[in-house]
């Protein structure tokens, strides 16, 4: 299995197929996957010769296939991505692979829409649409789901959901980055890094929009910040216009000569984009093969983050606003009676001009639906505010409404050393990500020594454990109501 691999061992994707799919006769507006079914000897030989070349993963001719991106009549979907699949399996079994296991990628690539609020698609909609394509891959026979070229963190976790969801199957992700270290939407490299390690992807990395040199600063970032495998997949350079056709001018020495570099400052999982072609991976194969990847570490970097912002906790004081939350606040309980969302929305801008690194929301009243508003609420200020959000609810189920949708690594209040509480709450964390409060509180109330505090503490981080969650997402609050004039009370919230 590739996982027993993953990290351990260097492992080489393909390269390009589009530029490959052109030079053959595929004619403009033509959609590239329907030569899995109508010309699949063709797709069959570009593979083929990739996996001579030295490729271990080959990714199928899937890329644009989605129900929103995708539209021929000739054929189905369910029959493009199958034959994709089928494309890559026949080829693997015909070339010299010299002992070589060789591992089905199922491709998937954005939808080509924006999500709501930047667009109009919307987050439950994009996620059908690359749910479908992974049932249709995994039933297939696909080694691993690959998503790829996404410049959009919202669309990103549709997609991984979509994957982790939908199949067992590993997941590999690469995003595309600008030269600034910036996705399109405007996530920077934390932020990504935090979404996709806390939704549980197996390993990360970019590709595409750059050559291998520029990729090396987006590189060392990424390194700095994750604690899984990282993938790099270069284009051959940047595209230059000549005589009206798109080129790319880095020769596969050249290529071969970065990608070295790329390896050896900490990447295990390598291959090329756009321009690349099967001489650039032999190329790079045949440098590179005998290296051994860098471990992979595990980084206590503590964020949360949204989809244009990271907060780094631990550096310095983080200030998170508390205004949009009833408890002791008429005109607010008010608001969310008559669903003023425009209220709501005026305190989180007030709370991001005032200095806000955080914005905590609440919006549990006894007689509302807090599920449908905890959606509306999180939905309508992530259209204003680019701050990380803290979704603050005892409601489970508004808790997971809240996590779905949102678009980032939230900061969640609260887990409690109650096994009901652990039970409940970090399911959720395990499944979505984020960054957890854990509250020094247990079904005996709250502790009136710093020993027991500390003990409870250390209960809900091993239980944590248990559901792969790092403590590096766990922050104690042994404040916990313990709000009190009694010199000994505060005495041991302190020693705690």
């Known amino acids: 299995m590739i996982l027993d691999r993953l990290g351990k061992e260097l492992l080489f994707f393909d390269g390009g197929m589009g530029t490959l799919l052109q030079a053959g006769g595929l004619k403009p507006g033509e959609l590239p996957e329907t030569w899995n079914i109508s010309h699949p000897e063709q797709i069959m030989e570009i593979h083929r010769n990739y996996i001579e070349a030295g490729s271990d993963i080959i990714l199928t001719n899937t890329f644009g296939a989605n129900a929103l991106k995708f539209h021929d009549d000739s054929c189905s979907l369910q029959e493009i991505v199958s034959a994709a699949v089928r494309n890559v399996k026949k080829a693997s079994a015909q070339a010299a692979v010299h002992g070589r296991s ?13 999500l709501k609020p930047m667009g109009d698609l919307e987050f439950e909609e994009a996620y059908e649409a690359f749910g479908e394509v992974v049932r249709y891959g995994t039933e297939a026979g696909a080694d691993l789901i690959h998503i790829e070229t996404m410049s959009d963190t919202y669309e990103l976790k549709a997609a991984v959901l979509a994957a982790k969801e939908n199949t067992d199957l590993p997941v590999f992700v690469t995003t595309i980055f600008d030269e600034r270290g910036k996705l399109l939407t405007g996530a920077d490299v934390p932020a990504v890094v935090a ?17 291998p040199k ?12 994750t604690s899984l495998p990282v993938i790099v997949k270069p284009n051959a350079g940047l595209p230059k216009q000549v005589q009206g056709e798109t080129v790319y001018d880095v020769l596969p020495r050249d290529f071969a000569s970065v990608m070295q570099m790329i390896i050896g400052r900490g990447a295990s999982v390598v291959g090329g984009c756009c321009g690349t072609t099967p001489e650039h991976i032999r190329a790079m194969v045949k440098l590179c093969r005998g290296m051994k990847p860098a471990p992979v570490t595990q980084k206590e970097i503590t964020i949360v983050s949204s989809y244009g912002r990271s907060v780094c906790l631990g550096t310095g004081s983080k200030i998170i606003g508390e ?4 408890t002791g606040k008429k005109k607010f309980r008010q608001a969310l009676k008559e669903h003023d969302i425009d209220y709501i929305l ?21 007689d509302i639906d807090e599920v449908s508003m905890m959606r509306d609420v999180l939905s309508e200020l992530q259209s204003v505010t680019s701050l990380p959000l803290q979704i603050d609810t005892v409601d489970t189920k508004a808790m997971e409404a809240g996590l779905r949708i949102y678009n980032g690594k939230a900061m969640v209040n609260s887990v409690s050393g109650k096994q009901e509480s652990m039970d409940a709450v970090f399911p959720l964390i395990q499944k979505y990500g984020g960054v957890v409060i854990g509250l020094t509180l247990d079904e005996s109330g709250i502790p009136d020594t710093a020993d027991k505090r500390v003990e409870i503490a250390r209960r809900i981080i ?28 505060a005495r041991v919230t302190l020693e705690a």
Do not use: F, W
């Open 462 to 489: 091993a239980e944590a454990a248990k559901y792969g969650i790092h403590k590096k997402d766990i922050v104690i609050d042994v404040l916990a109501m313990t709000i009190s004039s009694d010199p000994e009370g």
């Open 214 to 225: 520029q990729m090396l600063p987006i590189l060392d970032q990424i390194l700095e910040y």
């Open 102 to 114: 060789v591992y089905t990628a199922l491709d998937i690539g954005p939808t080509g829409k924006l």
């Open 323 to 326: 205004r949009i939350n009833p």
């Open 195 to 211: 979404l996709l390690e806390g939704l549980r992807v197996d390993a990360l990395g970019i590709n595409c929009g750059l050559g």
């Open 346 to 366: 005026r305190e989180g801008i007030t709370q991001q001009d005032k200095g806000a690194h955080i914005l905590d929301v609440n919006v549990g009243l006894p």
